[in-house]
């Protein structure tokens, strides 16, 4: 889908964006569930600003990178990535039903990074000779862009590792793609016997509608832990009203908020960058309107660091 393709989908026209539009690498991707959740002749819808491909991702930002996470640097095997001493990271797929424009892994070679079918058993025994790895977090591209066979076959030889106490999943699909939720795959996640953790990645309320919440009520039914990661967005979930909503939304649908993190400095996506100060304003009134467990740790990633950087911390 081109970018003009996708506002006349959604009853615009490039005139009635207050900016231009434009055509990049990273092409323009939306399944037909979130482009029906899309406000049909608003350009400032939340859900467009987070697809639509903008002029502004030309423009040559300073201080942006290809890698923003140095992720070239932390490989353990092709496929596996390791930024932390007790996980590791396995990039089960190349590719996902949606493109984010702020994705920090929008300049990925999947081909020469992601895990193959075939090297599956060499990754597992590099995994199993590092005892300190506890958790094992399927990542990508979306991992839940493998077929249910491909992940009957993964998930269970993951839970066989003898030092594995849980599996995480990092996902956009459950609210992207929401029929992605089959009963055979809900059964794969019951039957593991090792605690299973879903780490969804949703931006705004409006992306939790009634058919997304039937879907996580399946994976809650599974025996799921459901967590949710946001990015902080310039003009999309940037303000204490819409990032409470979005918090309290999480939680009607059986899902805890987790983090949400301060833009990565990816080349292409500047312009949806919120400034430390704004985050933290923002993370305050979230706290004094809130209850704790329902505001998201604020947080970085800095490249090397042992763990997420919280933004009480950073300089």
Known sequence: MTSAALLDRVGLRVGDLPCAIAETAFPVRVPPHYLGL????????????????????????????TDPLAEAGFGMGQGILRKYRSRALLLAAGACAIHCRYCFRRH???????????????????????????????????????????????????????????????TR??????????????????????????????NHAQELDGVVAAALADLRAAGV???????????????????AAHARRLF??????????????VAGAAHFDVPLAEARALEAALRADLPGYLVPRFVREVPGADSKTPIWALD
């Not at 699909?173 to 780490?199: D, F, K, S, W």
């Open 252 to 265: 009607a649908c059986g899902v805890l908020p987790y983090y949400t993190h301060l833009l990565d400095p």
């Open 225 to 243: 832990h459901l967590l949710n990661q946001s990015v902080l967005l310039r003009g999309i979930n940037d303000t204490p009203p819409v990032a």
């Open 173 to 202: 699909m459950p609210t992207t793609v929401p029929a992605r939720v089959t009963p055979a795959l809900c059964a794969l996640l019951a039957g593991l016997g090792t605690p299973v953790v879903i780490v969804l990645h949703t």
């Open 38 to 65: 899309i406000r049909r002749g608003d350009p400032d819808d939340p859900l467009l600003a987070q697809v639509l491909a903008r002029g502004a991702e030309l423009l040559d930002a300073p201080g942006t990178l």
């Open 108 to 170: 990925s070679d999947y081909g020469d990074t992601m895990l193959p079918a075939g090297a599956v058993d060499d990754a597992l025994a590099a995994i199993a000779a590092a005892p300190e790895i506890r958790e094992v977090i399927l990542s990508g591209g979306d991992p839940l862009m493998l077929s249910d066979t491909r992940l009957a076959a993964l998930l269970p030889a993951i839970a066989a590792l003898p030092q594995v106490t849980n599996i995480r999943i990092h």
